[in-house]
């Protein structure tokens, strides 16, 4: 069997700043068409990995192979095969949205006769064929980041690379920038994403979660939340805060959050610790009005991975 | 007990156009009320009307008991208002930015004492004093933020997207701090777009085009997700989502990631309906099974069904 080539594949990729170590020895490939998605709290280094794989920041140690160059060694030699939009994607506010998406056609050398087919296209999907006469400047928070991706795909790239795309948009542009994405990707594009979203994570193939600049889990999404199924409880009670607060004084409750009214608490197995748990809560004189056994959610099963509740073996 | 919060037909036109159309809710004392919508809904122009920045057309509110229009100004001291963060002074220190808001609201003498102590406390920052504010990781800006907003024990407190760009972690923090300050009485009023925000709240009103479209807790706004969402799996996405948007009963149907997910009438016959289709045209169809709705799919369902949101 031959291996395949993956589109990106990282070596021990590494970037200090003075004494900070923030991103620390990544290894790991992503495969050609591959939807990856790069996850963490602030600081864990999603930012510079992205550039780093952009060819805009160097590694202080290890490499990246992006679609067979290295970044370390040919930084614009990267830059033709990416499409690498930034938090900070430089938009002209002054120029209307044609222009500015002409402006970037240029900058790739995206040749005259291929633009008007393939500016159609990101109209189809971005919806803002009505307003491409409209300064970018006026432009909602959300159109703005439609915008911005239409401008990084004006070339072709075989690689995209998006850091937090959907940072303050509202959520039907936010399904938008998806459907863009999700687009690109039956196309057969590699697309690596960073986010702080967890429910947006879920739907990518692989998730590389981050940590204080390591890699703390990577798998799939449905892999990574079977490891947490059948370990949610979701609880309510007249008083929830008095039930958050007895749950959290049961050994066998690993964390209890409150969310509205109700309170999810993270056991070994609920199976087998609800009875401990039903004999303290009805100790603590609160009577449970609804009990549901919750699905992990990627986001749970970032925030146990990170602040080291007990990991499940197997 | 007097309402925290109550709005009765409130109206705000600009010129031709009604950016708030007769909306009416109340906000009980120490409740944590998420205001929810897309950009355009509304959400700030109600805010501002709520915080005496902005007369209305027509219709009442009242904040704390007194009226927006009557007594602009007695609303103004009893009232938090904490956006993401931008209101501190990066190159002031800890403590100054805390003199700098208490002298703002006429905090002085004794009580200054105790409401610095209590925000530092609050803060975690006890330690930090004196050190740059822009220097504070974004977890500890946003609680030092939320001490600032309280320093005169207002009884209503506006927060405006309190914790986007923040991660999961310090979000659960900072809810947490937010669930004791509701618990001592303190009307907490959320204005988001984010669902992992909403998700902390006792009761959500959505609006789309200026209107109120829902008004509901977040388990009965998740249980009221009107039509079932499938998840497909199919060797060919996007014609599948072509083939399946001609489907009767399919409502939408839209890629999601590998997989495709269809909003249908009736999930009884869908399962068998949509996989017919795609085996009819040539396609493979390997799995079918149904999703639990997410706030986020209820909003943008309830959106949609009102014509969607508003462009611009």
Redesign the interface.
Known sequence: MTAITPALALHGLTRRFGDVVAVDDLTFDVAPGE?FAIV?????GKTTTMRMLAGVVRPSGGDAIVNGVSVASDPEGVKPHIAYMSQRFGLYTDLTVRENIEFYADLYQVPPHMRPARIERLYAFS?LG??ENRLAGQL????KQKLSLSCALIHHPTVMLLDEPT??V????R?DLW?IV??M??DGTTVVVST????EA????RVALLHEGQVVALDDPQSLQRLWEGRILSLRADDP?ALRDALQRIPQVQGA??????VHAVVSNVEEDWPALSAAIDAAGIRVTYKEIV?PSL?DV??DT??GVEQPSG | MVDAVRVENLTRRFGDFTAVDSVSFTVAPGEIFGFLGPNGAGKTTTIKMLTALLRPTSGNASVAGYDVVEEPGAIKHRIGYMSQLFSLYGDLTVRENVMLFAGLFGVTGERLHQRRAWVLRMAGLESHQEQPTATLPLGWKQRLALGCALIHEPPVLFLDEPTSGVDPIARRGFWDLIDSIASRGTTVFVSTHYMEEAEYCHRLALMNRGSLIALATPQDLRASMIDPILQLATNDPPRAVEILQEVPGVIEASLYGRFVHAVVADLGTARETLHSALTQHGLVCEQVTSVTPSLEDVFVALVRQQGGAAVG
């Open positions: 939807l963490g709290p602030d600081g864990a919806q009505p307003f909602s928070g959300g159109m940072f303050g509202d959520p039907i542009s399904r459907l999700h687009q990707v039956a702080a979203y967890l429910d879920e739907r990518c193939d805060r959050t409150l969310f509205g009214n109700s699905e986001e970032f925030i990170v602040t």
